[in-house]
């Protein structure tokens, strides 16, 4: 399955079809995910800790190819 720069990729569980954790995975690598999350730590209203997490899960054959279309 590929997608276009910007795209959203939906993977979806239909009837009774076994989907593994290794299919799950596996269909992840090819596409690629990104993960963006941040945590605050306050005490009276005041920002103490901000901690910010970004990740890029692909893999990197998938990285690669995508590099290349730029």
């Known amino acids: 399955m590929s997608t276009d720069a910007g795209s959203i990729s939906t993977m979806s569980i239909e009837g009774d079809s076994d989907i593994s954790l290794l299919d799950i995975l596996d269909h992840v690598l090819n596409s690629g ?9 306050s005490l009276a209203g005041v920002d ?17 190819r995508n590099i290349d279309r730029e």
């Open 33 to 41: 995910a990104v993960i963006h999350g941040s945590l605050v730590i």
């Open 48 to 64: 103490l800790v901000y901690v910010g997490l970004n990740v890029i899960l692909t893999s990197v054959e998938t990285a690669l």
